[in-house]
């Protein structure tokens, strides 16, 4: 009776997958090899090894290992922010999606760190001609602060900036948030940090100064009302 060549040898056979599960494997195992490791400290073999999937099927998948780490790390964040944005409706307390949004950076701290740290140490991975993977957020963002602008009737709001400097804000909280409150006994805790970071924003949404040049009230425009 004939028998597999494989099994000839005394060599198992590697198992045949579902369609898609090898490429899913894939990404898996760049993302945990990413976070751990870095970029640069990063090999294909290493990847196709923690996914124990041939090196050249991840080529023929992926091509570069820069456009691994995108489909990867950057992609999937970039979209699922994004999409936490546009899915929010400002007539809701914004509260909520205050606490979403931090939750959700927060969640993904380790691939924020890794691709931060790939952007800047890792030439291969800048590309002047790509678009920032921050894009899609704060487009969303901005367009969420339009819809604010237009409900409540705040004035002189330049939304473009605004919304990316709000973002900055939760951004910057998630990556420094050890050292900006070193001290245990007086760092206070997240519904803290949320409800003063929500202060800010609407603060500085219901009370914009006129532009300059203008006379009267220094009020931005609509009620400020506790979101």
């Not at 004035?155 to 990556?175: H, K, P, Q, S, V």
């Amino acid at each position: 009776m004939a028998t597999d060549a494989a099994d000839d040898l005394g060599s198992p056979r590697r198992k045949r997958r579902p369609p898609g599960e090898a490429r899913r494997l894939l990404v898996d195992a760049a993302q945990r090899c990413f976070k751990s490791q870095g970029y640069g400290n990063t090999s294909t073999r290493d990847i196709a090894e923690e996914a124990d999937v041939s090196e050249g099927l991840l080529f023929r998948y992926f091509g570069t290992k820069k456009q691994l780490f995108n489909e990867a790390m950057v992609t999937p964040f970039a979209m699922q922010t994004a999409e936490y944005v546009s899915r929010f409706d400002p007539r809701l307390p914004a509260q909520g999606f205050q606490e979403g949004l931090f939750e959700l950076l927060d969640r993904n701290r380790e691939l924020l760190m890794a691709v931060l740290s790939a952007e800047v140490f890792e030439s291969e991975v800048v590309d002047s001609s790509t678009e920032s993977p921050l894009a899609p957020i704060v487009r969303n963002l901005e367009a969420l602060l339009d819809a604010d602008v237009d409900l409540y009737g705040f004035a002189n709001i330049d939304a473009y900036t605004t919304a990316r400097l709000c973002f900055a804000m939760n951004l910057g909280l998630t990556f420094f948030d050890q050292w900006l409150f070193d001290e245990p006994e007086r760092r206070p805790d997240r519904a803290t940090l949320i409800r003063a970071m929500l202060v800010q924003i609407v603060h500085g949404l219901a009370h914009r100064p006129a532009p300059a040049g203008e006379s009267g009230s220094t009020a931005g425009g609509g009620p400020a009302r506790d979101r």
